[in-house]
């Protein structure tokens, strides 16, 4: 069925803008999305680092637009979508990847640093989901992916203002999609929830930890969501999970939310730092990007997988279901049988 929908769907010469688009998913997502023969919409902090982006795709062929903009403005974000719009036609898919993030207890964060992890991280996603719907309400048609994460279902230790923004997207984008199917409308939202992921958010991420922050393992490169979201974008199924780590979780903390929460106090601590301490000159991108950082991979490629499962999340549910109804029917027939007189 897969392969039907990649014959029937074609992205070639059709606009696609992508936030967060000069490192990490974004910049992967851009790049896949090129290989496509789409036109890019690219949207990021840096100027100069869109432009390196915008070079990097002009030589696989693709045609770029940019527009330095910090996504907690939406005015900017309405200007940026309406620009592409007008320098490349109609905008088809717009992906939502920008964010920010500080590791730290809460203990040790000030109100202002979760107050900016929401704005870019939650409500950027509010803005360009907003300025998206500007322009594919009115043609009735047109796909909005949001990349998230399996943090949107169960919260970890020294993220909670990242935890919150993820939750927030999840809530957000289920009332959006009620309202759509309402209307009858054909515009399509999909989330895509993700595991640990090898982006430079954790060479330049704030943090206020005595050890370098590092993913949660496992570890998969950025190309792997970007496959994911290029996937979501031409299916349209309302929900994606990427890899056996973010199907455990979230399907763990529906079964034992208690038991995952005691697993997460001994381990999430030393699971998210290396033995590397932080280092005074430490860059950090939570307020203004930092040049010369922006790349699509960060610094664990040596442990990083090249290839994930991708899961419609209605079918891992349904699975667990049957399961469970499996468990319950095997302990019943046992039962049964040693109830039964010798």
């Not at 079918?315 to 040693?338: H, I, K, N, Q, Y």
Request: aromatic share 8%; with cysteine; charged share 20%.
């Amino acid at each position: 069925m897969f392969s039907a929908l990649v014959s029937r769907t074609s992205f070639r010469d059709k606009t696609v803008v992508v936030t967060g688009a000069s490192a990490g998913i974004g910049r992967a997502v851009a790049a896949r999305f090129a290989r496509e023969g789409a036109r890019l919409g690219l949207i990021a902090r840096d100027e100069a680092a869109l432009a390196e982006v915008k070079a990097e795709l002009g030589r696989l062929g693709a045609k770029v637009a940019i527009a330095p903009a910090d996504v907690s403005d939406a005015g900017a974000v309405f200007e940026a979508a309406a620009r592409f719009e007008r320098e490349l036609g109609p905008i088809e898919v717009w992906v939502n990847a920008a964010m920010v993030t500080v590791f730290s207890p809460v203990a040790s964060m000030s109100p202002e640093e979760v107050r900016r992890v929401t704005e870019v991280t939650y409500l950027g996603f509010v803005h360009g989901t907003m300025a998206a719907l500007r322009h594919m309400r009115t043609r009735n048609r047109g796909t909005i992916v949001q990349v998230g994460s399996a943090l949107a279902y169960r919260g970890i230790p020294l993220q909670a203002a990242y935890c919150g923004a993820k939750f927030a997207i999840r809530g957000f984008t289920e009332s959006l999609r009620t309202e759509l199917m309402h209307d009858r409308s054909k515009v399509r939202v999909s989330m895509v929830q993700l595991p640990g992921i090898n982006t430079p958010q954790f060479d330049w991420a704030r943090t206020h930890l005595g050890h370098q922050p590092r993913p949660v393992a496992p570890v998969l490169e950025p190309e792997v969501p970007a496959a994911a979201v290029v996937r979501a974008a031409r299916e349209g199924c309302t929900e994606y999970w990427l890899g056996k780590t973010t199907v455990m979780v979230i399907l763990g903390n529906m079964l034992c939310p208690s038991g995952i929460a005691r697993y997460l106090a001994r381990t999430g601590f030393s699971g998210q730092q290396t033995e590397k301490p932080v280092s005074a000159s430490r860059p950090d991108n939570l307020m203004h990007p930092v040049p010369g950082y922006h790349r699509t991979r960060g610094s664990f490629s040596d442990e990083a997988g090249t290839h994930a499962v991708l899961v419609p999340a209605w079918a891992a549910r349904w699975s667990l279901l049957f399961a469970g109804t499996a468990v319950t029917a095997g302990l019943g027939f046992l039962a049964g049988r040693l109830s039964r007189p010798r």
